[in-house]
């Protein structure tokens, strides 16, 4: 359950957990004369106190500030649990959270041992871009004005170091999910990014890297626009379509039954739907059980 802390830069810090499947994320944190900022919290109380036992091997500081770079909860769950003096997040971040109903139902996923999740939602908020300081080094925490992966992500952004926590923007060896977004968006997401020129990328899920891995998460999301178009001219559901569908290359990513809820965000977005429009998210998991041969989806959170 550990994961292995990576020094990216003087005093900037991955939490890089293997192996990024379902409710297994990646975090981080910078260190600074004013305490510690961290950079997500966990999916269970087990995991973000393992977290922060990684944080206390470098810095007994306290955690003066938490960023959530998006509300899924494997980022969010574990926030009570850090104890930061902060939380912050995009405005639409906080409104998710608000809403959140709670762990997933048991058959969807098998049993997880959540722990003690107190929900603590955001208490500063911003909608495009927020400036911290970690002493002399700027933070920029910035959102690019549509939904992606989500509604609400934002990423992390160190210009001195060229490195870039990017939330679940990016995966790295694992299937990228953009039920609760917009591919179009994403993929313009994805350019801006690019334009940031960043050397090294902490992706949400799978290992540090460099550009590359926005450059892989753009390609298979290409991929499942070019899948979506054929197959809704075609006239099937796009569980008919995840069924008959040869994810070639993509195929030896984890999670690829999550190709029928891209799938469906690419319906709807194909159907005029707005961009982060609410779908049946309860119809977009079925499916994914079903592609998944009725057996829950793999969890070792």
Known sequence: MTGALQEIAPGVFAYVQPDGSWFINNTGFITGPDGVLAIDSC???????AYLAAIRTVTT?????????????????????????AVIAHTKCRDQL?????????????????????????GICFDSRLDLYAGDRRVELLHFGTPAHTTNDIVVWLPQDRVLFAGDLAFNGGTPFALSGSIAGWLEVLGALGQLAPAVVIPGHGAPGGPGVLEETGSYLEFVQDAAAKAHAAGMTPLEAAAELDLGRYAALTDS?????????????LNGRERGSPIDDAQCFTDMVTLNGGAPLRCMA
Not at 43 to 49: C, I
Not at 61 to 82: C, F, I, Q, R, W
Not at 99 to 122: E, K, Q, S
């Open 43 to 49: 999916a269970t109380e087990a995991r973000t106190r």
């Open 61 to 85: 500081a306290p955690v003066a500030a938490l960023v959530n770079t998006h509300h899924h909860p494997d980022h969010t769950n574990g926030n009570g649990a850090l104890g930061a003096a």
């Open 98 to 122: 608000a809403r959140a109903a709670g762990p997933p139902p048991a058959g969807l996923f098998g049993a997880v041992d959540w722990g003690n999740i107190t929900p603590v939602l955001p």
């Open 257 to 269: 039954e999550r190709i029928v809820g891209n799938l469906h965000r690419a319906y709807a977005e």
